[in-house]
């Protein structure tokens, strides 16, 4: 699990160059990319990814360079149809060859939550059984992670750095922790990537289908999920 401070030193470096400038993004992100998927970190590093509104630049993004990094998705049985659906569009798309799907124990889901209602009474409780449990096994083998997370998302985002120490050692490497909206949006369209279904109609955040609402305009794009909670955060980014 040890990672040597130097590795920490190159992406963080190559960080400053992907926060410098709007002109300057792209390039800082292949560079932070590079080195953590290249470097010695090569084989201990996994994408995590939700599928959802603007997550195909970063898939893109790491395809470029290693279209096998493993890519570890929450499938929590609980989601849009359309998530989904995207989910195997944009892994065809992009040639990605390890996409995961993570799963509860079926054991854990019948002792837990037999009706499938957890999230009604308990969205933490439901947060845990099907994301945060399913995700701490399946990174046992992995010293380090790569997450989609940018600082315009939500004001709890807002001082997100490039590289932190994950709540259990790991490192955590936000590569498009910079990047604006319109940056996303605008290279989505260069790419000519295939947009999430229902990013048109207002879903800017999407996760699972109970807990996800469109948002409105002024609000920022996390507002819609678990709307009315003081809840912010499913708790893989304790």
């Known amino acids: 699990m040890e ?32 080195a953590a998927l290249t470097g ?8 995590v990814s939700s599928f959802g509104s603007e997550s195909a630049v970063m898939l893109a993004f790491a395809a470029d360079i290693d279209p096998a990094v493993p890519v570890l998705f929450l499938e929590t049985g ?5 998530t989904l659906a995207y989910r195997d569009q944009l892994t065809a798309h992009l040639g990605l060859s390890d996409v995961r799907s993570l799963r509860p124990a079926e054991r854990q889901l019948q002792d837990r ?3 499938g209602q957890l999230w009604a009474f308990d969205p933490d409780a439901c947060c845990a059984l099907r994301k945060v449990e399913p995700l701490d096994e399946a990174m046992i083998p992995f010293a380090a992670w790569l997450t989609g997370r940018k600082r315009a998302q939500a004001a709890t985002r ?14 955590k490497i936000n590569p498009l922790a910079h990047w ?3 940056e996303l949006d605008a290279e989505m369209t260069r790419r000519a990537l295939p947009r999430h279904p229902l ?28 709307a009315g909670l003081a809840k912010t955060e499913c708790g893989i980014h304790a």
């Open 40 to 47: 010695p970190l090569r084989g201990r590093i996994a994408l």
């Open 199 to 226: 990013a048109g109609l207002g879903y800017r955040s999407i996760g699972c289908a109970p807990c996800t609402r469109p948002v409105g305009e002024g609000e920022d794009a996390r507002a819609g999920r678990w």
């Open 113 to 115: 939550d037999p009706q």
């Open 180 to 182: 604006t909206p319109a």
């Open 3 to 34: 990672i040597d401070q130097t590795i920490i030193d190159a992406i963080a470096q190559a960080g400053v160059q992907a926060g410098a400038q709007a002109d300057a993004r792209a390039g800082g992100t292949s560079a932070i990319l590079r």
């Open 158 to 171: 807002a001082q997100l750095p490039i590289v932190e120490r994950a709540r259990d050692g790991r490192l």
């Open 78 to 82: 609980q989601h849009f149809p359309e």
